[in-house]
């Protein structure tokens, strides 16, 4: 029977019309249809939509796809399209056939560390000795990030063409803005080890026979067993060797289903499979350990790393929806690399079912802990930019459920960015031109804290990140209506929009959610004293020299020694009123300091931002010429930082850096007794803060006088 191409394809295009019956319904119709007519016709007839849908529903009945598996059909034909059109479709035919072998190369270009160099000779020498024939490879980073250290894939000034102005176009990734840390700062600290023909426990006990024959310790294997649920999908031995912590794991294939990111079918598998079932090409590079080579099985791994590029092995699409978490871990790996997404990437995550299948498939731990390694990343600007322009943030920060499923402005989260970007630009700018108050060895520390700056807080830093994006959501939440109580959630009706996103939702722990909270509110309070005149206050204090500096010798016993303008100053006594409107200001930010703690830097960083974002907003209203407007922003922007300098400055110079490890002069026993008749409750709580206001406004001042001015303000409890 002979059939014309157009009486095919007219054929093929009214059964596979899904207005006239299901795609089963239609398989069967073609096959009915076309008993006489050899698949290789029908696949040709096909368009390059039909075609994809056919290979992926179909591999077990096409011949030369037998056996494939759907990932690997469809990236069979995702080969024969990108090499033309279905006319010239020649399907491989078997696993094998499909890469044969691998690109090798730039295995001499690899810098291994003596450690490294040790680790796999000794694996070599196992090997060899034990008399098995496995294929020894590193998986994973550690192949990607040594790579990225050799000179044919370091990439010139990867920051360059940024284009964090909201006055620019939006960018996807690549271009967001500076950043904080080099790529020589990603060292790989464990090593994994994919075997290709046995267990990993298996191999770890060949290994610690052989050490053993050698006359060396044994080490211990822990075994982390199969836990889908954690990602843990084959068995994996882990030991110690050396300064190494190292996984010894299958190389293995795997299916899934349509209701789970977890695979259906998971078992032993070529180098080519696994390489094809991995996230990303750039992380589907494997060092091969017995012959020093690096192994490319997917065929675009090199370039991609060589071009900077994110992209799957397999078609975007069918990846994404196999395990959708993907979509978050291509946005972390471009915001860390500061590579730039796939054009067939971006439009796969951006499919309305890649976000339902984020949101049914992946669990919200596994989401946050994305989230957490993004705001990690050394561009956290360009990761939430990408969450943004990809229309994940909604799926991802699931804001309605956290605020009584009341709709929220969507632009909450283009003001995030906004807020985000300003302030990692200017801190990454204080890492060229510091600041006096950024500065290690100008930081003024009391009460015996050791402090550090936020250049070198990296713990500070992350929460200050997710502190700035979120602090248009936890402004906006504050004016909603309060949600309505239920006695079943106890004390956790009384939690905020943000603490119920970050540990409801994406599953931080609660020092996270609090911690943020703090910087927020800190920021508030900042923003608060400094538009009522505060910084005027810092300005006289600098001015008039005036300093509360630690004192640990003083003959007297005194913890601190006052000075202004040069002069020694008896704080329980001074009336000079420079010196009072100073301890007044001094009060003022106590408030702020003893409730945010050490976060203080990046409470005021982000009250600082947040300024000038206000500025920048505000200025742009009334110019347009494009000269002006940089002239202008950028005398705004000095004018703020300049502000704040003089106030962080000051709060330095009086003794509030450390001030909330302060322990009282007087013990709530030592009270007692100098209050006899004080009752428990508010009131004594009134006493021990009245202490407190105190002590802050009488620096050093000895106890006696302290107990006298108590004394005095409650003479009812004397």
Excluded at 80 to 94: A, E, M
């Amino acid at each position: 029977m002979i059939l014309s191409r157009r009486w095919m394809l007219a054929l093929i295009w009214l059964v596979m019309t899904p207005r006239a019956c299901s795609f089963q319904q239609a398989d069967v119709m073609l096959r009915r249809s076309c008993q006489n007519i050899d698949s290789q016709l029908i696949l040709q007839a096909m368009d390059s939509q039909q075609l994809r849908f056919y290979a992926s529903g179909n591999y077990n009945s096409i011949p030369g796809l037998i056996g494939l598996g759907r990932s690997l059909a469809s990236a069979a034909v995702e080969t024969v399209l990108s090499n033309g059109t279905s006319d010239s479709i020649s399907f491989p035919q078997s696993t094998s056939d499909f890469r044969a072998q691998p690109k090798r190369g730039y295995g001499p270009y690899i810098a291994l560390t003596t450690e490294e160099r040790d680790l796999f000779r000794l694996l070599r020498r196992a090997r060899l000795e034990t008399g098995i024939d496995t294929t020894l490879r590193v998986a994973g980073g550690w192949v990607r990030d040594k790579l990225l250290a050799t000179p044919e894939f370091t990439r010139k000034n990867p920051g360059e063409g940024r284009l964090t102005s909201k006055y620019k176009a939006t960018s996807m990734g690549r271009q967001g803005t500076k950043i904080m840390t080099s790529m020589e700062g990603h060292k790989p600290v464990d090593i994994d080890i994919a075997l290709d023909d046995m267990l990993g426990r298996e191999f770890a006990d060949r290994l610690n026979d052989y050490l053993a024959q050698v006359g060396e310790e044994r080490h211990t294997v822990g075994v982390v067993l199969k836990n889908p649920e954690k990602s843990k999908h084959l068995e994996t031995a882990t030991m110690k060797v050396g300064t190494f912590w190292i996984d010894f794991v299958n190389l293995r294939a795997e299916e899934y289903t349509q209701e789970s990111r977890i695979p259906e079918l998971m078992r032993i598998g070529s180098p080519a499979e696994d390489a094809f079932r991995r996230d990303l090409t750039i992380n589907a590079l494997f060092y091969n350990v017995n012959n020093g080579q690096v192994e490319d099985w997917t065929g675009r791994g090199f370039d991609d790393l060589r071009r900077g590029v994110v992209a799957t092995p397999l078609a975007p699409l069918t990846t994404l929806l196999d395990d959708p978490l993907r979509a978050l871990r291509s946005v972390r790996f471009a915001a860390r690399l500061r590579f730039t997404m796939d054009d067939s990437l971006v439009e796969a995550a951006m499919d309305r079912r890649v976000r339902e299948s984020l949101a049914e498939k992946v669990s919200r731990e596994r989401i946050g802990g994305e989230v957490d390694l993004m705001l990690r990343s050394p561009d956290p600007v360009g990761a939430m930019r990408l969450l943004i322009n990809l229309n994940l943030a909604c799926t991802v920060f699931p804001v309605e459920s956290c605020c009584n499923n009341v709709d929220l402005d969507r632009g909450v989260f283009n003001k995030g960015l906004e807020l985000l970007s300003i302030t990692h630009e200017h801190l990454t700018d204080c890492r060229l031109f510091p600041p006096m108050w950024c500065l290690s060895k100008r930081t003024y520390t009391t009460h015996g804290t050791t402090e550090l700056t936020l250049r070198e807080d990296e713990e500070a830093r992350r929460l200050l990140w997710y502190a700035s994006f979120l602090k248009p959501l936890h402004d906006e939440a504050k004016g909603l209506s309060k949600v309505k109580k239920s006695k079943r959630d106890g004390k956790k009706a009384n939690r905020s929009a943000i603490s119920r996103l970050l540990v409801d939702e994406l599953k931080r722990p609660n020092r996270d959610a609090e911690s943020i909270e703090k910087i927020i509110r800190g920021a508030n309070k900042f923003t608060q004293l400094i538009n009522t005149g505060s910084d005027l206050s810092a300005i006289s204090v600098l001015l008039s020299d005036i300093r509360v500096d630690e004192c640990l010798d003083s003959p007297d016993g005194s913890k601190f020694k006052c000075t202004m303008n040069g002069k020694t100053v008896d704080s329980a006594t001074e009336e000079d009123p420079m010196w009072k409107h100073a301890m007044d200001f001094r009060l003022q930010c106590f408030e702020i300091m003893n409730n945010v703690g050490p976060l203080w830097r990046a409470a005021l960083f982000l009250s600082l931002s947040e300024h000038m974002s206000e500025q920048f907003r505000g200025d742009l209203e009334y110019v347009i010429e494009g000269d002006i407007v940089d002239e202008s922003q950028e005398e705004l922007r000095q004018g703020e930082i300049e502000r704040y300098d003089a106030f962080a400055i000051a709060m330095q110079r009086i003794g509030l850096v450390g001030i909330w490890e302060e322990k009282p002069v007087l013990s709530g026993n030592e009270m007692k007794k100098i209050l006899p008749t004080i009752p428990k409750g508010p009131a004594f709580r009134d006493v021990m803060d009245e202490q407190r206001r105190w002590m802050v406004l009488h620096p050093g001042a000895s106890a006696g006088v302290l107990v006298k001015h108590l004394s005095e303000k409650f003479p009812d409890y004397s």
